[in-house]
């Protein structure tokens, strides 16, 4: 199977206003699009070339292709981040909200925590609600960073905090960015779907369903 640019999940104006069409055109049409086809240039004719983009994410940083590693990071990271929205998701499932509540007393309080990481992620990065070891964490990582190179994490949603992401919208205000966007457009429909699939494939099951 051979990389390619996957589609957004919504049209392109379904986020607007707190994540623009404008935005959007530039962020998937543009920045999206140039780690993708970088990455498709960068593997043609090497081993790559028809691996999954989770395996070639995790080979580029196990043998220190720092450059491959970064357009396929960013191109996994961007898929995940757009499915990390959402203009009509639920509350959480039953599941992920009794770890909220275990792990961080509340769901506006994780929000507090995600926010606040996102703000403090120094330059170009990502805010992550990852599962590890059955707990709920937030993390951030920098510039291409992820959860994936990452041993025992599992991303459960994400926000992008490089300036590509808010500067046509918000300019340099990025609180206002991430809280908007905290508040108003996460898939906690998705998240809950992610955390089924890695209790399912963990030991920490029993608890989340028990706790
Ligand atoms: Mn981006």
Redesign the pocket.
């Known amino acids: 199977m051979a990389i390619s640019l996957s589609p957004l999940p919504y049209a392109q104006d379904a986020l607007a206003p707190v994540v623009s069409a404008r935005t959007m055109d530039f ?1 998937y049409g543009k ?1 999206h699009r140039g780690y993708v086809d970088k990455l498709i240039a960068q593997l043609s004719g090497t081993d790559l070339e028809h691996s999954n983009l989770e395996d070639i994410v995790r080979s580029a940083w196990r043998s220190g292709n720092q450059s491959t590693f970064n357009n396929a990071a960013q191109a996994w990271n ?1 898929d995940f981040f757009w499915h990390s929205l959402s203009p009509d998701s639920g509350p959480p499932g039953t599941e992920l909200e009794i770890l909220i509540n275990r792990d961080f007393g509340s769901r506006p309080e994780l929000l507090k925590s995600l926010v606040d990481a996102a703000l403090a992620q120094f330059g170009s990065g990502w805010a992550w609600l990852v599962v590890d070891g059955g707990h709920l964490r937030i993390v951030t990582t920098s510039n291409a960073d992820c959860p994936l190179v990452h041993e025992g994490q599992t991303a459960l949603l994400t926000i ?1 905090v ?1 300036e ?2 808010y500067y046509l919208d918000y300019q340099n205000d990025r609180k206002r960015y991430v809280e908007t966007l905290a508040a108003s457009l996460l898939n906690w429909d998705a998240a809950s779907a992610r955390l089924k699939l890695s209790a399912s494939q963990h030991a920490y099951a029993s608890a989340a369903a028990g706790a």
């Open positions: 962020h920045h961007h992008d490089w590509h992401a």
